[in-house]
């Protein structure tokens, strides 16, 4: 641990010393009040090592990401926005998954994009390039917003796998900063929901 300029805290975590999941995300993340999240990549494998983290978070959760995006999630995601049922059973998702908790994940991913609990955002390369920074911020049920940047994408890899290295910090004018960096990249106007991007790309 550090201090920064203004006496406010920086920790670092680094995957070589625990695994980020559970050092990090499992520290602020269960029943945050929200979730907004810069990230390369999105995947539902991230749903594997923080499933129960993101369903128990209270309000949305809100990801920005590049428009490279795994083709089953993709699948999914056109299910959970067709809000059909039918059409999820008849992809059987058991034979794009080899376990269970495979299977759990894309069961998770639907019933997130379909309560509107999981709000995810695609921005095209050719807005900024490949959306290479990666940052969040985290409202945790208790204490001062919680922002954070490194090298983790929003995957189950990122998390739990790779070697990755995360700074948090909770002053004001960290928050701030990430959260109007997120904003203008939500907000841009090329910035495609999900949904609308698989219809599109269908």
Avoid at 59 to 87: F, H, W, Y
Avoid at 96 to 103: K, L, V, Y
Avoid at 139 to 163: C, H, K, L, M, R
Wanted: aromatic share 8%; net charge negative.
């Amino acid at each position: 641990m550090t201090l920064s300029a203004s006496g406010a805290s920086i920790v670092r975590y680094s995957s070589r010393r625990g695994a980020l999941h559970e050092s990090f995300l499992a520290q602020v993340l269960p029943d945050a009040e929200r979730y907004d999240r810069i990230a390369g990549y999105f995947s539902s494998s991230l749903l594997e090592v923080a499933g129960e983290m993101v369903e128990s978070v209270k309000g949305k959760v809100r990801v920005i990401c590049n428009s490279d995006l795994q083709p089953r999630d993709v699948e999914t995601a056109r299910a959970a926005n067709a809000a059909m049922r039918q059409e999820w059973c008849a992809s059987k998702p058991e034979q794009h998954t080899a376990t269970p908790q495979g299977r759990s994940r894309f069961q998770r991913l639907y019933d997130l994009l379909h309560a509107g609990k999981l709000d995810v955002r695609v921005l095209p390369n050719e807005v900024f390039g490949l959306i290479h920074g990666k940052a969040g911020v985290i409202w945790p049920a208790q204490g001062d917003p919680v922002a954070f940047i490194g090298s983790a994408n929003e995957t189950g890899q990122g998390w739990a796998q790779n070697y990755e290295l995360v700074w948090s910090h909770r002053d004001a004018e960290s928050v701030a900063w990430v959260c109007d960096e997120f904003e203008a990249l939500w907000n841009h106007p090329q910035a495609v929901p999900l949904a609308e991007f698989i219809c599109e790309d269908a």
